[in-house]
């Protein structure tokens, strides 16, 4: 294995730093703060790694990093594969203390704390995209209008797809391209669930390095901080307070404020799309809200709403 030292542009993260910063009551996971910090040098995929430590009894808030993934894990079975230390690479352990018929909300969690984060501390205009896709926004004017449920925005497809969006206006490395994703996998034991909660973001990421013509990264997309050390850092204690707040109401997303800051955030809602489901069917039409469960409301040209809990969205025009 090549020194971490070999790139200067890509220094390592430093565990004992981290676990001093983030192991404190401050950094709470529903009253509970981070309970193991582990940095990886490389595994296959930080979430296989903490699916076996929760089989093995893990506790609730354990953290997993990893500066490289040789298997990385993306949703629908895509892969997540990037040079070492030129993104974050992290999964969190929890045990949530709410009905498991609640534990739908933890990606699009996810995704809502990771949008906070990088907007807040790159200064870039981050967008979701249905589930919880990280993505650039797209002009004010290519936008389809106000809906419902927000300001309609653009997006892109899933990082491992070779299928562009042909909403995507490309316009070098910023507008509608795709900057993170999320997986969210259950796992522990029958007494003792868990679910395990993947995030892996693009940071350094350079031009002839990106898996799909419509990703990019924090560096490519003008980003005023590229450190991995702060935003890492940012994205915990965002995570971490929101999972507080929903764990606090019972799961109750409606209650805890997730369900507004998701619809507020999200690029999908407002777009025609066209949604494709395990199995191989589909469904198009508008997409209008999202339902209770998380759940994304698609209604057709017949007035029909269907919800969407699971497929690859796609953004049309």
Known sequence: MASVYSD???PPLNEHSLQRALMVPGIAFGGHSIAALRLLPEVDSTNTALLAAAADGAPHGSVVIAESQTAGKGRLGRSWIAPPRSGLFLSILLRPE????????LPLLAGVAARSAISRVAELDVWLKWPNDLILAEPADSSSGATES????SGATESGSAESDSSVTDSGYGVGRKLG????????????????????INITLRADELPAPHATS?????AKVTDRDTILRALLRSFGSWYTDWAESGGDAERCGLTA???????TLGREVRA??????????????????????????SGASTPIGAGDVVHLR
């Open 276 to 301: 494709e489901l395990p199995g191989g069917s589909a469904v198009s039409g508008q997409a209008i809200d999202l339902d209770q469960d998380g759940r994304l409301l698609v209604r057709d040209a």
């Open 218 to 222: 924090l560096l490519l997309a003008g």
């Open 8 to 10: 200067l542009n890509r």
């Open 181 to 200: 994703g999320i997986l969210a996998e259950q796992g522990g034991t029958a007494a003792q669930p868990c679910v395990v909660i993947g995030i892996g």
């Open 150 to 153: 927000g300001s309609a925005r």
């Open 261 to 267: 800051a998701y619809r507020a955030g999200c690029a």
């Open 98 to 105: 709410v009905s498991p018929a609640h534990w739908g909300w």
